[in-house]
C-alpha cells in the first residue's frame, strides 16, 4: 500500500518536473522566458527546454494580425453637430520583448487610442466632409496610432470606420435638406426640358419661316422667269409683226396703206372719245380736219382698183360726208 501510494506521489512529481521543464511554441507564437523573474530569452515556435523552479513562461505573444473592435463613441464635428463613429483597428505584434513589458496591455490601450485619435480627427471636418473623407480619417488615425505605439513593439496596420451615424435631429435635418436639393435638381430639370422644348420650337418656326420665304422666293423667280419669257415672246411677236409691216411698206402702194390705216384709227378713237364726253373738243382747227380729210381722200383714189378693199372705200366716204 505504501509502495503505491509513494509511486503515484513520484509519478505526479514527474509529469510535473517535465511539465516545467519541457515547452512546446506554436507557430505564429513568441514565449518570453524569464529566469528567476527576469527576462532571459523570447522562444520562438517550437520544442524548448527549461530549468525546473528557475526559468519561466511569463507572456505568451501572438505574431498574426489581430482585429480590434474599437467601441462606439459620441464625436462632435466641426460644425458641431454630434455623430456616433466606430470603427475596426488591426494590427500585429512586432517585436514581442517590447509587447510584454513596454506597456500593460497594448489591445485595450490601442483602442483606447483609436477613440482618441477618432475624436481629434472628427473636430478637424465639417458633418459633409467626414462622409467623404474616410480615407483621410482612416489614414491620419492609423498615423497617430503607430506613432503612439512604436514603444510597445506593436505595428498598427490599418484603422477602417465602420459606421458613422448621425443623432435623431441631424438625420431629420439632413433628410429635409436632401428633399431641398431633389426639389431643387427637379425644378432644374423641369426649367431645362422647358428651355431645349423653347428652344426646338423658335428652331421650328425659324425653319418654317425659312421654307415660306423660300418658296416665296422660287415662287416670284418662277413668275418672274415666266414674265421675262412671255415679254420675250411678245417681243419676238412684235419684232416680226414690225419687220413684216416695214416689208409691207416697202412694197408699192405701202406708204398710202399705211396713211389711211393712222386715219381710220384717229377717226375711230376720236369718234370714242367724242361720243363718251359731255362737251366735245375739237384738238385742230376745221380747216386743219379738211385738208387732213382731203389728203385721205387722195389716199383713196390711189388705193381704187385692185387693192382698194371694202374697209378702205367705207372710211372715204365716210370722210367725203364729213366734209359736205
Known sequence: MDFLFYSAVILVLLIFFIWKTFVIVPNKHIFIKERLGKFSKALDAGFHFLVPFVDNISYKQILKEQVIDVPPQ???TKDNVQVR????????????ERASYGIDNYRFAASQLAQTSMRSEIGK???????????KINSSVVKSIDDASEPWGVKVKRYEIKDIVPTETTLDSMEQQMKAEREKRADITHSQGERSATINRSEGKKRESINISEGEKLKRINEAEGAAAQIDLIASATAEAIAVVAQAIQEPGGQEAVQ???AQEYIDNFGRVISKANSSVVPMGVAAIQGAFEGFAKVAENFKGPDAGPENIQIMQKGKKNRE
Open 125 to 135: 471636418l465639417d458633418l459633409d466632409e467626414t462622409f467623404v473623407e474616410r480615407e
Open 74 to 76: 459620441v464625436c462632435i
Open 85 to 96: 463613429v466606430d470603427g475596426i483597428l488591426y494590427l500585429s505584434v512586432g517585436d514581442a
Open 260 to 262: 389711211l390705216r393712222i
